[in-house]
């Protein structure tokens, strides 16, 4: 080796030394970046699992009162007759006699009282008088009809003059007619001078007395009886819209009346109004009572309960649990894993503290007490568990 090869400068080739060089910077910013790259994921991740942790809602269940069982609702009623009618005097005069005071029985054409009708009496007479008169002129008419029918057999009449008498004898044969019906008229007027009882029953008013004057009608005069049917009583009850749902056909009652306090009279409803009063919101019912024993009387109330049927699907819970959209109620329910669902129901009743809903739920289902209005369908809440009142107490 010669002195000038030991002495000279390191050769190295420019191109070589330059890809070299970028090589290792490459790889040295590639270590940087993925060991920074799986930091950041896992604080990304990190980050993740917190807000879910923090967006858990935290919610309380709501207190049902389960399933609601038959019901009894007590409501006021009143009776009246079967058949109820005020009786009127259908002629004027003054009051001869009565036969029957309140509280009798009387039967279907029993005479209650008798009128004098002086002044129906002479226009009878007169009726009669000018009937007697229509009968003989219809007489004569007939009589003189029949003579010129003769004489014209032998030409010493007219036809004309003939048909004149003959058409005379119809015009009387009419007005005698008239003056029968005229006649027969005032005899039923006249017979309405005993006023009879229309139907069996019990005389539940008498208004008149001996003497009094008597207008017929009644427009220009006042009942003179009031007769009641009370073998049969109508119960006539206003029931709350809320209850409408559970009225059935022929559905049995009970009803008490405080006369007779402990005892429970049955009825069965026959008819319903069809029609809800708008100014209190309630239907009427009329109920059909047996009174054979006519222990009870028009006119007084009683408390008639309803017992209701069972609804499985029935049950209570605080209004605050409810959710109303536009296609109606829904309630708030966490599920499996408490996962939240939403579920139509059917409100029976509003009680004001609760509210009775027709709804089921499924194996361990919760109702949300007062649901956020964030909550949506799919999320998982936290059920809040209930303290209860002793606890709550002591602290």
Same mark, same amino acid.
């Given at each position: 080796?010669?002195?000038?090869?030991?002495?000279?400068?390191?050769?190295?080739?420019?191109?070589? +030394?330059?890809?070299?060089?970028?090589?290792?910077?490459?790889?040295?910013?590639?270590?940087?970046?993925?060991?920074?790259?799986?930091?950041?994921?896992?604080?990304?991740?990190?980050?993740?699992?917190?807000?879910?942790?923090?967006?858990?809602?935290?919610?309380?269940?709501?207190?049902?009162?389960?399933?609601?069982?038959?019901?009894?609702?007590?409501?006021?009623?009143?009776?009246?007759?079967?058949?109820?009618?005020?009786?009127?005097? %259908?002629?004027?005069?003054?009051?001869?006699?009565?036969?029957?005071?309140? /509280?009798?029985?009387? @039967?279907?054409?029993?005479?209650?009282? =008798?009128?004098?009708?002086?002044?129906?009496?002479?226009?009878?007479?007169?009726?009669?008088?000018?009937?007697?008169?229509?009968?003989?002129?219809?007489?004569?008419?007939?009589?003189?009809?029949?003579?010129?029918?003769?004489?014209?057999? &032998?030409?010493?009449?007219?036809?004309?003059?003939?048909?004149?008498?003959?058409?005379?004898?119809?015009?009387?044969?009419?007005?005698?007619?008239?003056?029968?019906?005229?006649?027969?008229?005032?005899?039923?007027?006249?017979?309405? !001078?005993?006023?009879?009882?229309?139907?069996? /029953?019990?005389?539940?008013? *008498?208004?008149?007395?001996?003497?009094?004057?008597?207008?017929?009608?009644?427009?220009?005069?006042?009942?003179?009886?009031?007769?009641?049917?009370?073998?049969?009583?109508?119960? +006539?009850?206003?029931?709350?819209? &809320? +209850?409408?749902? *559970?009225?059935?056909?022929?559905? @049995?009652?009970?009803?008490?009346?405080? =006369? %007779?306090?402990?005892?429970?009279?049955?009825?069965?409803?026959?008819?319903?109004? @069809?029609?809800?009063?708008?100014?209190? /919101?309630?239907?009427?019912?009329?109920?059909?009572?047996?009174? &054979?024993?006519?222990?009870?009387?028009?006119?007084?109330?009683?408390?008639?309960?309803?017992?209701?049927?069972?609804?499985?699907?029935?049950?209570?819970?605080?209004?605050?649990?409810?959710?109303?959209? !536009?296609?109606?109620?829904?309630?708030?329910?966490?599920? =499996?894993?408490?996962?939240?669902?939403?579920?139509?129901?059917?409100?029976?009743?509003?009680?004001?503290?609760?509210?009775?809903?027709?709804?089921?739920?499924?194996?361990?289902?919760?109702?949300?007490?007062?649901?956020?209005?964030?909550?949506?369908? /799919?999320?998982?809440?936290?059920?809040?568990?209930?303290?209860?009142?002793?606890?709550?107490?002591?602290?």
């Amino acid at each position: 080796m010669s002195a000038d090869e030991l002495h000279s400068p390191l050769r190295v080739h420019p191109v070589r +030394y330059l890809l070299t060089s970028i090589a290792l910077v490459i790889a040295v910013a590639s270590g940087i970046f993925i060991g920074g790259y799986k930091k950041r994921q896992e604080d990304f991740q990190l980050a993740v699992n917190t807000a879910v942790r923090g967006a858990v809602v935290t919610v309380s269940a709501a207190k049902l009162g389960g399933k609601a069982n038959g019901e009894n609702v007590s409501l006021p009623g009143v009776f009246q007759a079967q058949n109820a009618a005020p009786i009127y005097s %259908m002629v004027s005069g003054y009051l001869k006699t009565w036969y029957f005071d309140i /509280g009798r029985n009387v @039967k279907a054409g029993q005479v209650l009282a =008798e009128i004098q009708t002086p002044e129906l009496e002479q226009q009878l007479k007169q009726a009669i008088a000018t009937l007697d008169t229509g009968k003989a002129n219809e007489n004569l008419a007939l009589t003189t009809a029949n003579r010129w029918r003769a004489l014209l057999q &032998t030409d010493s009449v007219s036809q004309q003059e003939a048909d004149e008498k003959f058409s005379d004898y119809q015009t009387k044969k009419t007005i005698v007619a008239a003056a029968q019906a005229n006649v027969e008229r005032l005899r039923t007027l006249e017979s309405y !001078k005993r006023i009879v009882a229309p139907f069996d /029953g019990v005389i539940t008013g *008498r208004n008149t007395d001996i003497g009094a004057l008597i207008n017929a009608g009644q427009q220009s005069g006042r009942e003179l009886f009031t007769l009641s049917d009370t073998r049969k009583l109508r119960l +006539y009850v206003t029931v709350p819209q &809320t +209850y409408l749902s *559970r009225i059935k056909p022929d559905m @049995k009652v009970q009803v008490e009346v405080p =006369e %007779m306090p402990g005892k429970k009279i049955a009825a069965r409803l026959v008819n319903t109004s @069809k029609s809800i009063n708008e100014a209190s /919101g309630t239907m009427l019912l009329q109920f059909e009572i047996h009174n &054979t024993q006519q222990s009870l009387v028009p006119g007084e109330y009683g408390n008639v309960s309803f017992a209701f049927p069972l609804n499985d699907q029935s049950i209570h819970l605080p209004p605050s649990a409810l959710i109303i959209r !536009k296609d109606g109620p829904h309630i708030a329910v966490a599920g =499996e894993g408490g996962k939240v669902s939403f579920r139509k129901i059917e409100i029976l009743r509003d009680l004001v503290s609760t509210v009775e809903a027709s709804f089921e739920l499924k194996g361990n289902e919760t109702v949300i007490d007062n649901p956020p209005e964030s909550l949506l369908e /799919g999320d998982v809440v936290t059920i809040k568990p209930i303290t209860p009142v002793a606890d709550s107490v002591k602290k």
